[in-house]
């Protein structure tokens, strides 16, 4: 790996804390009870060392139009997985949340599997959900300029992905429900690929990695952290367009990166 955990920019980061880690597991536990309530599961199965008889998941539809089973098939196998392959094989075509109604592709990701470099966006535009590539309309091309022109790498040297892979109807920001359902695959795409450095793309996609609600403006350019993931937060793609001004903002947020990727950040 390029980039060394050494210098003093990087001791000032500090890892994660227990705290940390139990907040984030609470959290994490606490959606997941959410969503089988909503899908009328009911809270978690009691412990029970010997059925008297096996009850098996019923193929009934439940309040959402899904089922016990498609609920219990979902995401144990896909967070089970240890590649991308896999993962979105075990996503297969998700039914998880109200977006795959509308959707045309599943947007999983495109890049390099062992990429020291992740840009994660928003979610799909409707280029994306047409051509099932994150980042290939004009805010990508945008992306891709960055990429290549600015930091002298290939699209394919990098790994590039969304918070949710589905398209949200008219472009709008993804729901709550439509993030908690998407979240634990962008955060295994993370720990498949286990990236140096993750380029946080725009105000949504940065507030969901950090859990944040801090504006974008002011994130942005200040390293923060990802489970223990060196994470820049920058403007999205798409803002540049109609913010070209604020490119200069971008590529000083992107020297940063050079800087570190190349063992240079003091
Ligand atoms: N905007 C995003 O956030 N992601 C894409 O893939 C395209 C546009």
Redesign the pocket.
């Known amino acids: 790996r390029v980039v060394r955990s050494g210098g003093e920019r990087i001791a000032l980061m500090s890892e994660p804390s227990d705290a940390d880690e139990l907040a984030a597991l609470t959290t994490t536990l606490k959606r997941h009870l959410q969503r089988r309530q909503r899908a009328g599961l009911g809270y978690l199965p009691k412990a029970s060392p010997a059925p008297a008889k096996t009850v098996r998941p019923t193929d009934k539809p439940n309040v959402l139009g899904g089922t016990e089973l498609d609920m219990l098939a979902d995401n144990s196998a896909a967070l089970q997985t240890e590649s991308l392959d896999d993962l979105r094989a075990a996503i297969g075509d998700c039914q998880r949340c109200k977006l795959c109604a509308g959707r045309t592709h599943i947007?999983f990701g495109v890049g390099d599997p062992h990429a020291k470099l992740m840009f994660v966006?928003?979610?799909?535009?409707r280029d994306?959900d047409l051509q099932g590539e994150?980042?290939?309309?004009r805010?990508?091309q945008l992306l891709t300029d960055i990429i290549t022109k600015g930091m002298g790498l290939k699209r394919e040297d990098v790994y590039i992905c969304?918070v949710v892979k589905c398209r949200p109807p008219e472009n709008r920001n993804p729901e709550p429900d439509e993030v908690a359902a998407c979240e634990p695959f962008l955060k295994k795409q993370i720990d498949i690929v286990r990236p140096d450095i993750i380029v946080g793309?725009?105000k949504f996609?940065v507030q969901t990695l950090m859990s944040s609600k801090v504006p974008i403006g002011k994130l942005r350019g200040t390293w923060a952290s990802y489970h223990g993931i060196k994470l820049m937060p920058t403007f999205?793609?798409?803002y540049l367009l109609r913010n070209p001004a604020d490119k200069k903002l971008v590529w000083e947020d992107i020297k940063l990166v050079i800087k570190e990727m190349r063992g240079e950040n003091t």
């Open positions: 947007v966006g928003e979610g799909p535009g994306e994150p980042f290939v309309g805010a990508g969304n793309l725009g996609a999205h793609p798409a």
